[in-house]
């Protein structure tokens, strides 16, 4: 029974790792989909990166990479306690994939393509960060910023949430950022879109694993000598 156990909990540390990897990559590619029709407008943390990219040069990815590890080391520092892995690695991969998908995905030129993709890139978005989210592996330094300004206030987290994404969105602005029409529908809905895919995620990754150990309890059974199915 103990290694039984072991072996479950292995399992389930697998998928939880999956699902967390899986969700990153969605994310980056939703993100980057935005991108490639930017005149529309972009996420508000993505305003700044973009901005920081027309200014300074490297790529939108690293700015994000570089943020990011500002945010972490801050934060750290404040609560006085180490980073989750699974906020630095949500740090590295989402700017490494979002300029990978920026490499990789064409910019649509009619209007209708170009609408499409901006709306199927806020539903990816939406599903990257429920699946990511759902296995509870460790939030992303903008989230854990969030969080950690939450603890300290006592201000409600949507509050705090747009507050924050609406600084930085000045500031990506300032610095040239692609702010539209469609920065304001993320910043209003983004989060409306994550309460529905994150529950599901959430769903999806307990049947996987329940049923990974039904299947673990049915192959581990001892056969009767009466048992003639």
């Not at 490297?58 to 006085?80: E, N, P």
């Not at 992303?140 to 006592?154: N, V």
Request: charged share 15%; aromatic share 14%.
């Amino acid at each position: 029974m103990a290694v039984q156990s072991t072996t479950n909990k292995k399992r389930a540390l697998w998928l939880r790792w999956t699902f967390f990897c899986m969700g990153l990559i969605i994310l980056g590619m939703g993100i980057s989909m935005t991108m490639q029709v930017k005149d529309f407008g972009i996420g508000p943390w993505d305003v700044f990166h973009y901005g920081l990219f027309l200014q300074l040069g490297l790529t939108v990815g690293t700015w994000s990479i570089i943020a990011g590890l500002f945010i972490v080391v801050v934060s750290s520092v404040l609560q006085k306690r180490w980073p989750q892995i699974g906020t630095i690695l949500n740090m590295v991969f989402i700017g490494v994939f979002i300029d990978f998908f920026n490499w990789l995905l064409p910019e649509p030129h009619m209007l209708w393509m170009q609408l499409l993709v901006f709306v199927s890139g806020i539903f990816v978005t939406a599903l990257g960060i429920g699946i990511y989210v759902a296995p509870e592996i460790g939030a992303g330094p903008r989230d854990s910023l969030m969080l950690l300004i939450t603890e300290k206030t006592g201000w409600k987290v949507s509050s705090v949430r747009n507050g924050i994404e609406i600084i930085i969105a000045v500031f990506g602005f300032l610095l040239g950022g692609p702010v539209g029409a469609g920065t304001v529908f993320i910043a209003l809905f983004l989060g409306t879109f994550v309460g529905y895919t994150l529950p599901h995620a959430k769903r999806w990754l307990q049947f996987l694993i329940m049923k990974g150990e039904l299947y673990e309890d049915i192959y581990e059974r001892p056969l009767r000598a009466d048992h003639y199915d």
